[in-house]
C-alpha cells in the first residue's frame, strides 16, 4: 500500500484500519506503534486518531450494516481502502460532533491524495450522503433472529452474544452489550503514601478537573469525570501521587491486602498497575516479586515504580512457574495471580477484545490458569493468602477453574472477601461480593470493568 500522509489525523486512522482488519493484533500496541512514528503536529490530532479508530471497531457491525443498506456494492467486494474510509465516514456521521461536510469531505480529501478513480471518489460520496441524509431513521437490524438482531444492532460476535443469552437472558444481555459500548470513565488510584484522596480531591476540584468526584467502591479511587485530557499532563501524575486505575482492578489490591513487611509475589505483573498499588499498601515496607513475560512491560513497572517514589521490586522476565522452581525462593506471604484471560470484562476500553477472540479460547485459556494455580500454590506459605483475578465475565475462567483448583488441593479454603473489604473500604462493596466465595464485579451493573477475584488461604 502506498505511503499515506503522517500528519493527516484521518489518513493514519484508515492505515491503522486497514492493518487491525488484516491481521487482528492487539489495537492498542498498534495505535502505539503507528503515533509514535508519525508526526502529527497536534495532541488534539492523536486524540482523534484513538477516537476514530476505537470507534470504527467498537460499532464495526452496526456500521458495515448501516452502509450495505446503502451502498450497490457489497462492502466485502471492496478493497481495504475504500471499505474502511467508509467505516470512518459513517463513524463520524452517526458517532460523533464533527461537522457532516468535514467528516464527508476529508474522506474524500484522502481518496483524491491517494488517486483513486472519480468513480470511487463518486460512490464514497454517494453513500455517505445517503448515510447523512437517513441519519434520524436509520435502518434497524430485522428482529426475527434474537442473536442477530443484538449482534448487529450492538456490535458483537454472534457466538458471544448467544453465550450472554444462554448465562443472562434478553433483558440482561442487552444492557451488558449497551454497557460494554460505553466509553469507561477515566479512574486514577491516589497514591496514600504521598496525598490523601480528600486532599487531592480537594486540589482537582479546584485547578485542574471540577468534576473529579470519589469512587464509591475504592477508598483510594477518584472518578475524573467528563475529562478528556491527558493524564500524564496533570500536575499529581507528576508528582507521583496518582496512578490510572479503574476502581475494579483496585479491588483486588484490596482484597489481596499485603502487610507492610510481607514478601510478595505478582505473577503477573505488566507495567505494575496492581503492582504498585500493592506496595502502597504495604507502606513500601516488604519484598515484592514482579514476574511478566514481557521485558518492555517490566521496563514500564519500573518507571511507574520511580514516578510514585517507591523502592524497586525484584523483577524477572519469563514464565513465573518455570523461573520459580529454577530459583526455589523462600515462601511468599501473599501471591497475586492476576491471570492472562479472554478480556470479556473490558471491551469498553479494547473493543477489538471482542473481535479477537473465539469459543476455542474458552478451552485453551483456562488451561493456562490452572497451570499458574498449581504451579504457583508450592511456593505460598502454610497461612498465607492467594489471590486469582481475572478480567473476563466468564465461567471457564472464573467459578469453574477455582473449583476444579480446590477439588486437587484440599489445604486451600476460600475466604469471605465482604469480611476483607469491609475493613479498608466503603459498605458499598459488599454488592460485588457473591455467595462469601466471589467478588464480581459488571460494567451493566456496577459502572466498573469486568472483574472475577477470589481470596485463598493455605491452612
Known sequence: ???????????????????????????????????????????????????????????????????????????????????????????????????????????????????????????????????????????????????????????????????????????????????????????????????????????????????????????????????????????????????????????????????????????CAGVGGKTTHMAELMQDKGTIWAFDLYEWRLEKLKENFQRLGLKLPKVFVGDVVEKLKELQPPFFDYILIDAPCTGTGVIRKHPDVKWARTEEDFLRVPERQLRLLEGLAPFLKKGGIMVYATCSLEPEENEQIIERFLQSHPEFMLEDPAKVLSKTCPEKVKELCVENKYLRTYPNKHGLDGFFAVRLRKV
Open 1 to 267: 500500500m502506498p505511503r499515506l500522509s503522517k500528519t493527516n489525523p484521518r489518513a493514519v486512522a484508515l492505515k491503522i484500519l486497514i492493518r487491525w482488519e488484516k491481521g487482528k493484533p492487539l489495537l492498542d500496541e498498534v495505535l502505539s506503534q503507528v503515533l509514535t512514528k508519525s508526526v502529527l503536529p497536534d495532541e488534539r490530532d492523536r486524540a482523534l486518531v484513538s477516537e476514530l479508530v476505537n470507534g470504527v471497531v467498537r460499532y464495526l457491525y452496526y456500521l458495515d450494516f448501516i452502509l450495505a443498506r446503502f451502498s450497490e456494492h457489497p462492502l466485502e467486494k471492496m478493497d481495504p481502502e475504500v471499505r474502511n474510509i467508509l467505516r470512518l465516514g459513517a463513524y463520524q456521521l452517526l458517532y460523533t460532533r464533527i461537522p457532516e461536510r468535514v467528516a464527508i469531505a476529508e474522506s474524500l480529501k484522502i481518496l483524491s491524495a491517494r488517486r483513486r478513480g472519480a468513480w470511487i471518489r463518486g460512490l464514497v460520496n454517494a453513500v455517505l450522503h445517503k448515510v447523512l441524509e437517513n441519519k434520524d431513521n436509520l435502518p434497524e437490524p430485522p428482529d426475527f433472529n434474537e442473536v442477530y438482531y443484538l449482534s448487529v444492532k450492538y456490535s458483537f460476535p454472534e457466538w458471544l452474544v448467544k453465550r450472554w443469552l444462554q448465562r443472562f437472558g434478553r433483558e440482561e444481555t442487552e444492557a451488558l452489550l449497551r454497557a460494554s459500548n460505553e466509553r469507561s470513565p477515566l479512574v486514577i488510584r491516589v497514591n496514600t503514601l504521598r496525598v490523601s484522596r480528600d486532599s487531592l480531591l480537594v486540589y482537582l476540584q479546584k485547578d485542574e478537573v471540577p468534576t473529579a468526584k470519589p469512587c464509591p467502591y475504592s477508598p483510594s479511587g477518584i472518578i475524573l469525570e467528563g475529562f478528556r485530557g491527558k493524564i500524564t499532563e496533570l500536575k499529581p501524575y507528576h508528582f507521583g501521587w496518582i496512578s490510572v486505575q479503574d476502581s475494579a482492578s483496585q479491588l483486588v489490591g484490596f482484597l489481596l491486602n499485603p502487610k507492610p513487611g510481607a514478601k510478595v509475589l505478582d505473577a
